[in-house]
């Protein structure tokens, strides 16, 4: 019992340049925010204009763009609520992405009938008797809360038909359930469900007793402290097979704050499972894996979707720090007859040896860098990030591709 449509693969976008690596390396849609008014105000950097022109191009190529109006809105940041809606009429995305009931109510009243409606993840939908409250509500997509198991998703998908799922599949997991979360609030005053959450989650924690304040009581992880509450990274790369069977109709990956390096790597590893699952492709998932090693990220888990709700390995006890492999180079902005033009992310050297990859992993390449141009002409053996140089490379290059190197 699964979706017969193909899977959709959901990438996170925070600006033009992200959306257009997400799409180039393998996503089906793509999910952005309007300022304020989505969970992550921090990573947003579209103009009106430039969400316009985004939809245009993605209606051209068969893509899709959501948009995030996801936050939780107090009475006197609705008529801001009204006017984005407003907004979202004029530039008619594939869909929004809604969670407080009041937003809902507005969206419902306001919205053109052709853009769809899906409920976020933060409104943490759990069982079937929630999804067919919220389909008669008119929501065609159900983002289902991430406590869920897969056999539980199997059994609301067998119960409840004619609506979509969707599942996060990869990226930072909250402490929080469904990610509703106080703590940045109370401890910073910055509030998570304005999207400016500090992760307090993440942070080094020891105990005090009342009467001794000066003194520091570690809770026997480490000598550093202890991090209760810090989760690792979801990843689900291994199991899309399962993610299909359960009836998900699109998985998504978390990061709008990410780089363009982690959303491009990140994708493209997706899209080959996901390509793998249907037999489009046979690219061996060991490889799949790898990729996903290359980027930044804490340890790895599958959350609750496997071993269900006592799975202890969620947490990471000893560290929140990221395990970082590869560095980041620069992207390739333009192709010339003796050379390629390099916006340089990370400081490049003459002759280094760096691996250069694309949208099919199948293509990546390992080389040594060439010689090098600056923007005059001049040659040079080293180049600094924000800058353009011209590149000679012994492989083909191709505009799009990504440089980068191993530690």
């Not at 609030?185 to 509030?191: A, V």
């Not at 993440?202 to 026997?220: C, G, N, Q, S, T």
């Amino acid at each position: 019992m699964y979706q017969k449509n193909k899977i959709e693969l959901l990438a996170p976008a925070g600006n033009r340049e992200k959306l257009k690596f997400a799409f180039l390396y393998g996503a089906d849609a793509v999910y952005i925010g309007f300022k304020d008014l989505s969970l992550r105000s921090y990573a947003e950097k579209f103009s009106i204009s430039d969400i316009k022109k985004s939809v245009d191009e993605a209606n051209k190529s068969e893509r899709k763009i959501y948009i995030a109006l996801n936050a939780y809105v107090e009475e006197n940041s609705f008529k801001k609520a009204e006017r984005a809606i407003d907004k979202i009429n004029e530039i008619k995305p594939h869909a929004v992405i809604v969670s407080d009931p009041g937003v809902i109510n507005l969206v419902l009243k306001r919205l053109d009938k052709g853009i769809s409606i899906h409920l976020s993840t933060q409104a943490n939908t759990l069982n079937s008797e929630a999804v067919s409250f919220w389909k008669k509500q008119g929501i065609k997509r159900i983002i289902l809360g991430r406590e869920l198991s897969l056999s539980e998703i199997k059994k609301i998908y067998s119960k409840v038909r004619d609506i979509e799922f969707e599942i996060f599949c990869h990226g930072a997991m909250c402490v929080s359930y469904s990610g509703r979360c106080l703590l940045s609030s109370f401890m910073t005053g910055r509030k998570a469900n304005k999207g400016k959450c500090a992760h307090p989650c993440r942070w080094k924690y020891r105990l005090i007793e009342e009467e001794r304040p000066r003194e520091h009581f570690a809770v026997d992880e480490t000598d550093e402290g202890t991090f209760i509450f810090n989760s690792k990274d979801l990843c689900m790369v291994d199991y899309v097979k399962k993610i299909r069977l359960a009836g998900i109709s699109a998985i998504k990956v978390e990061g709008r704050m990410k780089s363009l390096y982690y959303i491009a790597c990140v994708t493209r590893a997706y899209r080959k499972a996901i390509d793998n699952c249907y037999g489009k492709e046979n690219f061996p998932f060991r490889k799949i894996r790898e990729e996903l090693e290359k980027v930044s990220h804490r340890k790895y888990t599958t959350g609750f979707y496997i071993n269900g709700k006592n799975d202890y390995d969620m947490q990471e006890y000893s560290s929140s720090a990221y395990h970082r492999k590869y560095d980041f180079l620069g992207i390739v902005i333009k192709v010339k007859k003796d050379c390629a033009v390099v916006n340089v992310r990370n400081k490049i050297r003459k002759n280094e040896k760096i691996e250069i990859i694309g949208p099919d992993m199948k293509k990546d390449r390992v080389t040594r860098v060439g010689e090098m141009r600056d923007e005059k002409g001049v040659d040079i053996c080293d180049a600094n990030p924000g800058t353009n140089i011209c590149v000679k490379f012994p492989v083909n290059i191709f505009l799009g591709d990504i440089i980068r190197k191993e530690l």
